[in-house]
């Protein structure tokens, strides 16, 4: 981690850390990542001086969550060009730290063809990292919007289909201002519910393995004051069965051009109980997430992960690579199926929620006239 400090700071609370943000010290600029793999316990920041560091953060997930790691890829841009190193590399080490989450390769795209621009335009290559940097605040900034205009259109659809408020809403991973430059996607649609004293209850899966909805819902939750409940992802089949849950709500990686969904592991089989238990499934998610060049489920890429990630338990700190560190909970040798993501095709999605409005019944029309209508504004 040659170039990725962690600093930490005892006084400072967490309300007071962003997810991510853009420094300039006497040394250099430099990309301060709050580190999400050692939350909930420790709230320690990573400062990343060049683009490898952030390659590293984004595969340990101290970075993560798609919106997110859209701005991290497009911040990462910046840095390299402000740091004189060669862009295109970087560009493309940092798009392929991992395949599903179409932001991040948005992000970075930005944040090159704004670098590009200038030095086409006659600009030098301090004037080009400047571009690069304002295009990633730029993409920041809309996605912190996005976030807001999620949130509302998300709660006046929650009150259409369930008239009456009180609502009990199942999450799955995180989805808040962990992984935003706002407040998030779906978590963002609870809080505003919360906010507004319609929210009941926001059940979080853990989400095995990595236990995003444990360690970063939760603590998001906790934080906000709201009314919530861990569950592990099992039960989830027998609360919805009990009728104890009125909408699952979750964020998304990559949606397909035919409106298949790309989420963390886990959501597919709950789109599967939601339309069993006859409950909405409702992702939340922005423009960027849409992937038109992805025509449909099977076409998008799946990140496979570490097998150690499944048969051993690392929390709160997830290694980096190679074998282990954590406690094992099945035999040595024990090979382990782990994809990161799954897949829900459009026809379980009761509606998609962007900035841009909402997408139901999901097909693949509905979903190419929002990005046409995205594109012109
Ligand atoms: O592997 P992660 O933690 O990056 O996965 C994150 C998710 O799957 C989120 O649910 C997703 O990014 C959508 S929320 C913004």
Known sequence: MADQQARTDGDKRSTEIPAIRWEEPPEGPVLVLLDQTRLPTEEVELVCTDASAL??????????????????????????????????????????????????????????????????????????????????????????????????????????????????????????????????????????????????RLWVDETRPLLQGARLTAYEAARTGMAYTLLTDNAAGSLLAAGEVDAVLIGADRIA????????????????????????????????????????????????????????????????TGAGGGVPVAPLGTQAYNPAFDVTPPELVTAIVTEEGIVSPVTAQALAELCARSRQV
Do not use: W
């Open 55 to 200: 390659v590293e953060a984004i595969r340990s997930l101290a970075v993560r969550g798609a919106p997110l790691l859209g701005i991290a890829g497009a911040y990462g841009v910046a840095l390299a060009a402000a740091r004189g190193f060669d862009v295109a590399e970087a560009a493309r080490a940092l798009e392929g730290a991992r395949p599903t989450a179409v932001n991040l390769s948005v992000g970075v795209r930005r944040a090159q063809a704004a670098y590009q621009d200038a030095l086409a335009s006659g600009g030098d290559p301090t004037e080009a990292a400047t571009a690069a940097l304002v295009a990633a605040r730029a993409l920041h900034r809309q996605d912190a919007e996005a976030s807001a205009l999620m949130a509302a259109h998300g709660l006046a659809l929650l009150d259409e289909l369930l008239p009456g408020g009180g609502h009990r809403i199942l999450t799955h991973c995180n989805s808040g201002s962990l992984v935003s430059g706002g407040e998030g996607t779906a978590f963002a649609v609870a809080l505003a519910a919360h906010r507004q004293g319609r929210l009941r």
């Open 257 to 320: 051009a035919d409106g298949s969904v790309a989420n963390k592991v886990g959501s597919y089989p709950l789109a599967v109980l939601a339309r069993y238990h006859h409950v909405p499934f409702i992702v939340v998610a922005p423009v960027t997430t849409v992937d038109p060049d992805t025509s449909d489920g099977a076409s998008i890429e799946v990140e496979q992960r570490p097998g150690f990630e499944v048969t051993e338990v690392a929390v709160p700190h997830v290694p980096v």
